[in-house]
């Protein structure tokens, strides 16, 4: 699962998306463009369907009751 932290860089607000611990090379953005993002989310959604080829993480089953 992805790390989300959220930080300042020349004294403006990032948040900051890793896909670990190591992950050498984070994606951050401010909050222009998480506007951006948020504005055109379903283009993003249409993208990802179209070209990704990497099989859906299975989702986690719900926790048993007790």
Request: no cysteine; charged share 40%; hydrophobic share 30%.
């Amino acid at each position: 699962m992805a790390i989300v932290e959220e930080g300042e860089y020349k004294g403006n607000a990032v948040l900051t998306i890793k896909q670990s611990e190591k992950d050498f090379r984070p994606f951050s953005f401010g909050l222009k463009k998480a506007k951006l993002i948020l504005e055109h989310i379903k283009d993003i959604e249409k993208f990802v369907d179209k070209h990704d080829t990497e099989p859906p993480e299975p989702e986690s089953p719900p926790p048993e009751d007790d």
